[in-house]
């Protein structure tokens, strides 16, 4: 599909969507569009937004990962409990992002190797990681971090860019040359599409699903630590829920559940119309709970939508022959 007849399309929709809401959220004060706001409106769900480029390339190889917020907590909760017992803290860092690794590495044995499926797996890991992060930390809430640590989520890198939004726009960069730009994108594209044609054509698909799994959960842990610098502390219940906000940006995005199909294109779009429709329900005073259900909502639409669309497609193809 052409870029024109992507824009005409699903990516197109996203367009006009995304013009509507800040046009509305520009009506509710006249400092929306300021450098701070916008900044604000990243800086506040930058670790959910950096987990949903590599939740893209799992949904498109065919696989779904719901334990990334639980490795979030997980990680968080491993940094908190080492740096507490006195290990220094570049060490309780590298421990955390282990522990992502490891979660991913678990992940993706179970579904590689032993066949079971990726939303039974994950979902198990939802609640195991979450349940050894509370272990970890009790009901306490663990800070006293040095100052260069609270430094990379809350204070301005480059201009009033922090260090967790560079890292957001150099990962998008890469993420989106390794998709559309390399082999490994082409694997992952068949993968979703044909796994059987994928293995056939010499494709280690269990490697290479090991190594999505693995990755993951690396970058689960290292957004889990941004957002323990964003708040100063940890506790056992940290990112609880992200994974809703996460694979909606994603399927909203056009990426289909099934697999095979999606780009980071409307993945960036679907990121925007998000943190602009939750910034503007803020704006209106709407409740976190509200907030949530309309969330969920788009996430059922964005799974029914396009596949309606597909339905009637095949449909009318068939009238036709």
């Not at 490795?71 to 006195?86: H, I, N, P």
């Not at 609270?150 to 960069?173: E, H, N, R």
């Not at 906000?245 to 559940?257: A, E, K, P, Q, R």
Request: hydrophobic residues 55%.
């Amino acid at each position: 599909m052409s870029a024109l007849s992507r824009l005409r399309s699903w990516e197109g929709l996203l367009l006009v969507l995304l013009i509507v809401i800040v046009g509305l959220n520009v009506t509710k004060t006249p400092y929306y569009l300021g450098v701070g706001n916008l900044v604000n409106l990243f800086q506040l769900s930058i670790e959910k937004i950096i987990i949903a480029l590599t939740m893209t390339l799992i949904i498109i190889s065919g696989e779904i990962d719901l334990s990334v917020a639980s490795v979030m907590c997980l990680a968080t909760c491993v940094m908190a409990r080492l740096f507490e017992a006195g290990v220094e803290l570049p060490l309780a860092l590298a421990a955390a992002l282990a522990s992502g690794a490891l979660a991913g590495l678990i992940n993706g044995a179970c579904v590689a190797y032993l066949g079971l499926p990726s939303l039974a797996v994950t979902l198990a890991g939802l609640i195991g990681y979450r349940g050894v992060g509370r272990i970890l930390v009790e009901d306490r809430a663990i800070g006293g971090y040095p100052a260069w640590f609270d430094a990379l989520g809350q204070q301005p890198l480059v201009g009033p860019l922090t260090f967790s939004i560079v890292a957001f726009l150099v990962l998008f960069i890469v993420t989106a040359v390794v998709l559309n730009r390399s082999f490994v994108g082409r694997i992952v594209y068949s993968m979703g599409t044909n796994l059987e044609a994928a293995r056939f054509s010499g494709v280690r698909v269990k490697w290479a699903k090991l190594l999505l799994f693995v990755f993951s959960g690396l970058n689960a842990a290292f957004a889990g630590l941004l957002y323990a610098a964003r708040l100063g502390s940890v506790r056992g219940d940290m990112a609880d829920g992200f994974e809703l906000d996460i694979i909606t940006m994603v399927l909203l995005g056009g990426v289909s559940i099934f697999g095979g199909s999606g780009n980071l294109a409307g993945v960036g779009l679907s990121i925007l119309v998000i943190l602009n429709l939750r910034n503007g329900m803020g704006l209106a005073n709407i409740t976190g709970n509200a907030q949530t259900s309309v969330i969920g909502a788009l996430l059922i639409l964005s799974v029914l939508v396009p596949n309606l669309a597909r339905l009637i497609h095949n449909q009318w193809k068939g009238r036709e022959a």
